[in-house]
């Protein structure tokens, strides 16, 4: 009986915790879409344009995750426990840090070059703003939703 009843949990914390990363995996769908649709309107993108764009801005969006990946695993949980680091240790923590910033920036660069031809240098710093414009709406809604107040 104890057995079972071992088994019964177990079998309802992994259908939970599948269901739980399912849930956020939709999540992050709807606000990958939100954010195409956002960013289509708002550089009145022609059907021409997107079909080029898209997949640059994918490629883009994924190289800039992975890059983000690796910097936390190797980065970010050192830094919180940057207090009991040498100085050595630090110093080159610092430089790993800052050589993941650079390469950051150059990804945005050939992007963002890459963007320009495509769908021109106007519609390309309209994508900055729009971006920023999406993390802005996408806070508020959030804010709004906890009920905080925030957002309004």
Do not use: C
Request: hydrophobic share 35%.
């Amino acid at each position: 009986m104890n057995r079972l009843k071992k088994i019964s949990t177990l079998a309802i914390l992994l259908t939970a915790s599948v269901f739980y990363g399912q849930r956020e995996k939709q999540d992050w769908d709807k606000i990958k879409a939100l954010k195409v649709a956002f960013i289509t309107e708002q550089l009145s993108l022609t059907s021409e344009e997107a079909q080029s764009f898209w997949p640059l801005y994918n490629e883009y969006e994924s190289n800039r995750y992975a890059l983000r990946r690796k910097e936390h695993d190797q980065i970010r949980d050192k830094i919180k426990d940057a207090s009991n680091l040498s100085e050595k240790a630090a110093s080159d923590l610092l430089d790993q840090y800052l050589s993941f910033e650079e390469e950051e920036e150059e990804l945005d660069k050939i992007f963002l070059k890459k963007a320009a031809k495509i769908i021109s240098a106007k519609k390309s710093l309209m994508l900055i703003r729009s971006e920023e414009d999406f993390k802005k709406q996408l806070i508020r809604r959030f804010h709004q939703k906890k009920g905080d107040g925030r957002g309004r």
